[in-house]
C-alpha cells in the first residue's frame, strides 16, 4: 500500500465560502478517488481524480460545486465551494495501484459548515 | 436498490462468539471485493481481500457466491479490539470502489 497524507485534518468554515482538501500521495497511484462520508453513514463516491485531465463524476455531483484537480500521479485536490450546512460531512482521499488492489485512504478532513 | 447492501447492526456479542456478515451488490459485473474496517473516527483500512475460492487470515473468513451475488465474512473467536464497523466494498471492474452501508460490531467484555 501507499501512504496519502490529507490536510487540513478538520476545519470549521462559514457558509457561502469555499474550502481545498489536498491530499499527498509517498508514491505513484495509478487511481484517486475522493467520497464523502457523512456521520453515521458509509462513504458515497463523489468523483475520479483523473491525472491531466477533468474529474469523472458521479451522479448528484457536479464540477462546479466540486471542483477537483490531479496535476500529477501523486497529487490531488478537492474543492467544496459555495458551502452550506449541509456540506458539513468527512471527505477521504482514496488511492489504488488498479483492479484488484487495495484501495488506501487519506486520514480525512473534518468539514463543520456554520 | 442500493448497489452494495449491509445489515448496519449493530451486532453486539460477548467476548469469544463468533459473527458472522453479509453483503449484496447488484452489479454481476463486479470484479473484485473486499472487507474494509472503520473505527470510530478513523480512515477505512483493508482487513482483507475475498477470492472466489474462499480465503482465510486467522479468525476472519471471508466467502464469495457469485451465483447470489453477496459475500460474506466471519469472525471467530471475537475479540473486545474487534469492536469497529465492517464495511463491505466492491470494485466494479471500472478501478471504481463502490462501499456498502456498514455494519457495525460491538464485543462485549
Known amino acids: 500500500s501507499a501512504v496519502i497524507s490529507q490536510k487540513p485534518s478538520r476545519d470549521i468554515c462559514q457558509r457561502g465560502t469555499s474550502l481545498t482538501i489536498q491530499c499527498q500521495v509517498d508514491?505513484?497511484?495509478?487511481?484517486m478517488f475522493w467520497y464523502r462520508q457523512q456521520p453515521g453513514q458509509s462513504l458515497t463516491l463523489i468523483a475520479t481524480a483523473n491525472q491531466g485531465s477533468e474529474a469523472t463524476y458521479e451522479s448528484g455531483f457536479v464540477i462546479d460545486k466540486f471542483p477537483i484537480s490531479r496535476p500529477n500521479l501523486t497529487f490531488s485536490t478537492l474543492t467544496v465551494s459555495n458551502m452550506s450546512p449541509e456540506d458539513s460531512s468527512i471527505y477521504l482521499c482514496?488511492?489504488?495501484?488498479?483492479?484488484?488492489?487495495?484501495?488506501?485512504f487519506g486520514q480525512g478532513t473534518r468539514l463543520t459548515v456554520v | 436498490r442500493k448497489e452494495v447492501e449491509q445489515d448496519p447492526g449493530p451486532f453486539n456479542v460477548p467476548e469469544g462468539a463468533t459473527v458472522a456478515f453479509n453483503c449484496t451488490y447488484s452489479n454481476s459485473a463486479s470484479q473484485s471485493f473486499f472487507w474494509y474496517r472503520q473505527d470510530c473516527r478513523k480512515e477505512p483500512k483493508l482487513l482483507m481481500s475475498v477470492y472466489s475460492s474462499g480465503n482465510e487470515d486467522g479468525r476472519f473468513t471471508a466467502q464469495l457466491n457469485r451465483a447470489s451475488q453477496y459475500i460474506s465474512l466471519l469472525i471467530r473467536d471475537s475479540k473486545l479490539s474487534d469492536s469497529a464497523t465492517y464495511l463491505c466494498?466492491?470494485?466494479?471492474?471500472?478501478?471504481?470502489?463502490?462501499f456498502g452501508t456498514g455494519t457495525r460490531l460491538k464485543v462485549l467484555a
Open positions: 508514491s505513484q497511484v495509478t487511481m
Open positions: 466494498v466492491v470494485e466494479e471492474g471500472t478501478y471504481k470502489y463502490i
Open positions: 482514496s488511492g489504488n495501484r488498479g483492479m484488484n488492489t487495495e484501495a488506501f
